[in-house]
């Protein structure tokens, strides 16, 4: 369409405006740069409370600001021990919540935990290439999605960004501009996101492992809308056969550049890829950046404002942040049986926290060098710590040299763990000769320690800087040599806990694959648990589950693994028994553990009636002053039931009706609980064959009060004037699983409401089921016990 004036010249129509991409694109990489930003405000907002609550505990004091400038030896003359005579009184303070605002948090959890199953034809059964070698019975395949849906939402939230930012005021094919200038837009985020020591950091608290994935889905879209740009331009030229001549151009050719260096870094990046060798992806990554980014200035002035000074501004503080947080020092190296090393540092004293990592780099050559071993020395790697800083843990107080400890298992022949347990093991011979020698000379025959020149980075990651694991109940779950991280968690959360005088139940499960492997972390597993029984409110107890014991895989069999399948012969490895453990020749079931850990925290002597301390209950049927107390018996309700359980008949009754119910207790008829009895005997362990390293007590278990009934006057407490469970001087059962002896609570035992903590560390189809378990936790139970919060750690490349 044209339009003339009144002499019938062709003249611009009125009301028409000019497409012009340098004016309204970067109008629009304006629009998604603020968009980003909001989002991120929007995620520092929801961590501010926790920000609040980190500066009011004072644990910013404690070594946590200085440990963003990495490990430090003794800065203040000396460690503080945290074990002493006189137990600390409780200094943790509990916020209420009330039930409402924990029943929406559990809704939001629970969709945001739940794993969608992986489809049938993507089973890895389905694919001979990539079909595990090892028997399924032991090394069962993936079912799962690797991802929640929760990071489902938030990688999706990457092209919808783009969407909205591409099809308004656009004419992406005849000017695709919008496309580079969009990708250009995404450079700031994807570096932001890439930063061990960036704001992800230091305002949210997040460790770069937890957002990596969001860096790895930005850098694809960023390759895609190259792409597009570059697809767009190329088709405009084909139909005048001038594509040859277009693409041969100064500017195109950068371009083009810009575009070969991006798909280096991207093809590089893919998961087979870093898996099959973790050097070539950091040296071709390193390089594909840096030709990027030269290559895009080069091809556009617009670049410079997103590839270059925010680049450098970002990285630039990384870069100086990684350089503070480095040191250099000799580490002790010891190989250990099965395949661990275990590399100390001694006389650290702070700058970790629970869970945390380092970025470790060893100076050595192979025994047996190979053209890809020689360069071992060049090879950083991510390990978690394995202990918690002298101020707040338990093995650094009770050996006060002890430092950081890492844990680094072998993956085989030709890996750099395979070569650094070769060295490790030659050391070891080494040093064991010349002790020999010294000692036919006369000399001290003691073996002198294996040391290894080291260059530290860290730590990284962890449970959050502001979060701290203050949960009344806490499940720790472990897979093989995820039990590195998860005993720092142990740590940490122990010797807190002693010093605040803090009770509360902790369990630990430990899945692995031979008995050989518990002697990895025996010595600290038994300080903790023993640590624990100075504290009369504070319980601990760890089950270790046999996943694929020599002595258990002598036949094929599809059969679930257990005794009276294959009985434990007399070569199995031995070693000395653990306090309240509990070894089960079994695969975990993770959903039942969930079950009953909560069955646990809700009605602690299973057949029970929670009822509220000295009978003060606020206007909503609920204590109002969040102590509760298990008074129990056989009934027609148990304390399970009255919290969401099965029972028709408590469904038809009103909540208010049963809180009215268990208030009333009785004056005689006691009735004692069973001091074995399980919460639910018949869910994980009922066809597994048990070994009981340490013996249940067999002293008679305490009583509880026996059924209530309306109509009944309550038997008067002269401590607190009335409500209290009457009767009760000790424990009131066991309250724990079948076969595990635990210490005993003194006084009745309590209702935990104050929130329960699931941390698993362990391979990816693991993660994948504990978020499900979780995710499948009914709502109620979840806002009775107080909330629930999971932190998954996993091993991957």
């Known amino acids: 369409m044209s339009c003339t004036n009144a002499a019938g010249a062709p003249i611009p129509c009125s009301g028409w405006a000019v497409y012009d991409s340098y004016v309204t694109d970067p109008r629009y990489q304006r629009y998604f740069t603020i968009a980003w930003t909001c989002l ?44 002493s005579t006189e137990p600390a009184p409780s200094t943790v303070k509990r916020t209420r919540v009330p039930r409402p605002l924990l029943a929406i948090s559990a809704a939001v959890k629970s969709f945001a935990l739940a794993t969608p199953p992986l489809p049938s034809f993507l089973s890895l059964d389905c694919i001979p290439l990539l079909r595990p070698r090892r028997a399924p019975s032991c090394h069962p395949t993936r079912n799962l999605l690797p991802f929640s849906l929760g990071t489902l939402l938030l990688a999706l939230l990457i092209p919808a960004f783009f969407l909205a930012m591409l099809l308004p005021e656009s004419e992406l094919r005849t000017n695709p501009n919008r496309f580079g200038f969009l990708a250009l837009a995404a450079i700031p985020p994807t570096f932001v996101l890439s930063s061990k020591n960036g704001a992800v950091q230091w305002l949210l608290g997040k460790g770069w492992t937890s957002v990596n994935f969001l860096h790895r889905w930005l850098g694809r879209m960023m390759v895609l809308l190259v792409l597009l740009h570059f697809y767009f331009w190329t088709i405009q030229y084909a139909p005048s056969h001038q594509v040859t001549e277009f693409l041969s151009g100064t500017k195109e050719q950068r371009g083009i550049g810009a575009l070969v260096f991006l798909l280096i870094i991207a093809i590089s990046s893919a998961g087979p890829l870093r898996r099959f060798s973790y050097p070539a992806f950091f040296v071709l990554h390193y390089v594909g950046i840096i030709g990027f980014l030269v290559f895009v200035n080069k091809h556009t002035i617009y670049a410079q404002g997103w590839a270059t000074y925010s680049v450098l501004g970002i990285y630039g503080l990384d870069i100086l942040g990684r350089l503070a947080g480095m040191r250099v020092r000799y580490v002790e190296v010891e190989a250990m049986e099965g395949g661990m090393v275990r590399v ?33 020395s060049f090879e950083a790697h991510p390990f978690s710590i394995s202990n918690a800083p002298p101020s707040h843990g338990i093995l650094n107080a009770s050996s006060p040299e002890r430092g950081a400890e890492l844990f ?12 650094l347990y070769d060295t490790a093991l030659l050391g070891r011979k080494v040093a064991q000769a010349q002790a020999d020698e010294r000692a036919r000379e006369g000399g001290d025959g003691r073996r002198k320690t294996f040391h290894m020149l080291a260059l530290v980075e860290g730590p990284y990651g962890g449970l959050g800087t502001f979060v701290a694991v203050e949960q009344e109940t806490v499940l720790l779950v472990a897979g093989g040599s995820g039990m590195s991280f998860t005993l720092g968690v142990l740590d940490e959360v122990v010797g807190r806990r002693k010093q605040n005088g803090q009770g509360g139940k902790i369990e630990v499960v430990w899945a692995v694959r031979d008995k050989a492997q518990i002697a990895w972390f025996e010595e600290p597993l038994r300080t903790l648990i023993n640590s624990v029984s100075s504290i009369s409110n504070l319980t601990i107890t760890l089950r270790i589950y046999l996943t694929c014991d020599p002595t258990l895989t002598t036949e094929p069999s599809a059969a679930p693994l257990n005794a009276s399948t294959y009985p434990p012969s007399a070569s199995s490895p031995a070693f000395a028994p653990l306090p309240h453990t509990q070894l089960i020749y079994a695969r975990p079931h993770l959903a039942s553990l969930v079950h009953d850990t909560l069955a646990a925290a809700l009605a602690p002597c299973g057949n029970c009636y929670p009822v509220c301390r000295c009978g003060d209950i606020d206007g909503d049927g609920i204590c109002a002053n969040d102590e509760e107390e298990c008074c129990g018996g056989p009934g027609p309700a148990n304390g399970i039931e009255l919290l969401g359980g099965s029972s028709e008949d408590d469904e038809k009754k009103g909540e208010k009706d049963m809180i009215d119910e268990v208030q009333v207790l009785p004056k005689s008829g006691k009735s004692c609980c069973s001091p074995t009895k399980g919460i639910d005997s018949t869910t994980s362990t009922q066809d597994d064959d048990i070994l009981e390293l340490d013996p249940p007590s067999t002293s008679t278990p305490a009583c509880c009060s026996s059924k209530p009934g309306k109509g009944v006057e309550a038997e008067k407490a002269p401590a607190c004037g009335g409500g209290c469970c ?6 009131c059962c066991s309250g724990g699983v079948e076969g595990v002896r635990e210490p005993k609570e003194e006084g009745p035992v309590r209702v935990r409401t104050a929130g329960m903590a699931v941390v698993v560390c362990g391979p990816g189809n693991m993660i994948a089921e504990m978020r499900n378990a979780v995710a499948r936790v009914p709502i109620a139970k979840q806002a009775r016990v107080g909330g629930i919060d999971l932190h998954s750690e996993y091993f991957s490349l």
């Open 408 to 419: 680094v298992r072998s993956c085989g022949k030709g890996s750099w763990t395979g070569d």
């Open 726 to 731: 009457a009767g009760t001087g000790g424990a």
């Open 344 to 376: 100390a540092m001694r006389g650290l004293h702070g700058g970790w926290r629970a869970g945390q990592h380092v970025s470790l780099r060893l100076f050595f050559t192979p025994p047996s060098p190979t053209p890809f071993s020689l360069f071992r």
């Open 40 to 83: 991120f405000a929007v995620a520092f907002l929801l961590t501010l409370p926790g920000i609040l609550g980190w500066l009011r505990s004072g644990q910013w004091k404690e070594g946590s600001l200085a440990g963003r400038l990495g490990l430090y030896e003794d800065m203040s003359g000396g460690y503080r021990r945290i074990d």
